[in-house]
């Protein structure tokens, strides 16, 4: 590729374009989040003035439940000095800077972070476009690749920060580069091993490489006389190989404690997640999970080694769980066990810095297993995160399969929520404990006739957390146990899955004409209440964190990453570091019994 075609999408249409739908998320989310509060004009209609109030951005819009806003991307212009001045995302937030609280060291990195978001939106809309209704019968990858717009809530949401355009379109998921991951050996006096139960080193790697591929990079170590059973292989993301670990971890590699062996033979694919990748070649293997020191949407994409220890036998306690619960083997839900992982400790860092440092996250790796070989005949999965995504016609992924299963729109609801939400509840009522449950950590498992038949979780270790102080776990386990106050612990649910994915479902849903929200909610609300009645035994936890409440904290992740864009969370005390904006109605309150 020469110089100027890597910059092909930036083109003055597209990035208008890319423009509009930025602004229009940022008014919408950012009014959600009350950091704007939009003056009516009557009739829809609304403004936005900035800081100086000398600029002036008028829009049309919808309001839904949970104070959602449903910006119309076409409506908003702006207008200065008696005139109108086109969009620009950068100068939106310079001239709100002030009502964002944009200090001034973060406004410079956020920007930079909008305009990698921006150009990665004027590349999405570059590409072939595909209906919705194409999408939706298109194939797990193609599902993967073919969405748009990343997280719901956060403006700032493709970053990536530390990608050229060279590597954007090698490594982003959007781009459906095929990738082909480094393979390092790591000495084992500096790296530990750990697996799940009924799995070693040997028989994994043996598998995962192939055996003509573990011949050759043993045949490269015992040329430069060193012995293969004496280091560790392990998958390392070629951008992190080149920028990173080529460079900061130098003593390392000069003195044989790593060992860069070259490429793997097996082709992979970037997931949503980005450091997250599918084996294309033999879509049965495992899934990895690489360190990747990119910035990206409030955190440095690293893997911590001392976290990937004990990460194999959360997977496995969790899987156990599950399989004894009658509850959840009812609605077949399940998980994508993480079942190995090598941590890399560079010992000069580890003691030049304290747990949380990206420098002790530069060097891991985890092997998660594929939902494919779980998948029964006419079953195809789907991320979770396709059920948001609109198509350049407005017609939506959700409503393609709500036209296949010919299923009036709340009886299709009704059996993707008794998939998803059930697990969910459960899991909280049960046994207090929560998943990260956003669109892109879950699989939906779509049947022949479009309707979802059941859900399966991935990204476990990181994400899971128990909050009662008393429940007995294994020692290796212990790591998940979180402190929470007693009023915060539901705010897990209203906040992940009503705020974070159903407020987008369902004004998507009623936007395009599906159902009206009345209906949405109330089948959200019969999703619960049927739960609720299967278990009579949890009545007092029900009681005592009522989903029916008459609302709850409004948790304000945009507000988290505009205050602090590199560390927006502190991963040990995930409640403290929460900005909560006073409370929304729970829009399934009404329907309680």
Known sequence: MNLSDAVSHLTPELWEQANRLLVRKALAEFAHERLLVPESLGQDNYRVLSDDSATEYRFCARRFALD??????????????GGEQPLDSLDFFIELRGTLGLSETILPVYLEEISSTLSGTAYK????????????????????????????????NNGRLGFGVHEYLS?????????????????????????????????????????AALARFGGRLNALGLDLADYFLLPVHPWQWWNKLSVTFAAEVAQQRLVCLGAGDDDYLAQQSIRTFFNTSDPA?????????????GFMRGLSAAYMEATPAINDWLAGL??????????????????????????????????????????AALWRESPVPQLLDGERPATMASLLHVDHEGASFAGALIDESGLAPAQWLRRYLDAYLTPV?????????????????????????GTVQRTIFKDIAEEIAVMDPDAVLPPAVERIRVDVPEDMKLLSI??????????????????????????????????VSGYQESVPHLADKFKEYDMFAGEFALSCLNRLQLRNNEQMVDLADPAGALQLIGTLENPIARFSH
């Open 494 to 527: 209203f906040t992940d899955v009503f705020d974070c994915f159903l407020r987008f479902l369902g004004a998507a849903l009623v936007t395009e004409g599906r159902l009206d929200e009345e209906t949405f909610w109330r089948t959200v609300a019969e999703c």
């Open 285 to 297: 293997k495992h899934y990895v999970k690489t360190a990747l020191s990119v910035l990206n949407m």
């Open 68 to 81: 959602h806003w449903q910006v119309f991307a076409d409506s908003i212009t702006r207008h200065r000095d």
């Open 171 to 211: 490594y982003a998921p959007e781009t459906a580069s095929e990738v082909r991951l480094v393979w390092l050996a790591a000495r084992r006096d500096v790296a530990t091993f750990t697996s799940g139960a009924g799995l070693d080193y040997e028989s994994l790697v043996r598998a995962e490489l192939g055996e």
């Open 322 to 363: 599950i399989e004894r619960d009658d509850v959840l083997r009812a609605v077949r839900f399940s998980i994508v066990k993480e079942r190995a992982a090598i941590g890399y400790h560079h010992r000069q860092y580890e003691r030049a810095t304290d747990r949380y440092s990206p420098y002790r996250k530069m060097l």
């Open 125 to 156: 809309l570059s590409k072939q476009q595909t209906t919705s209704a194409e999408l939706a019968t298109a194939g797990f990858q193609a599902i993967e690749t073919g969405m748009t717009e990343g997280h719901p809530c956060f403006v700032a």
């Open 425 to 449: 509840l459960h899991s909280f009522y049960a046994y207090d404990l929560v998943f990260m449950p956003h669109g892109e950590n879950v699989i939906l498992v779509i049947g022949a006739d």
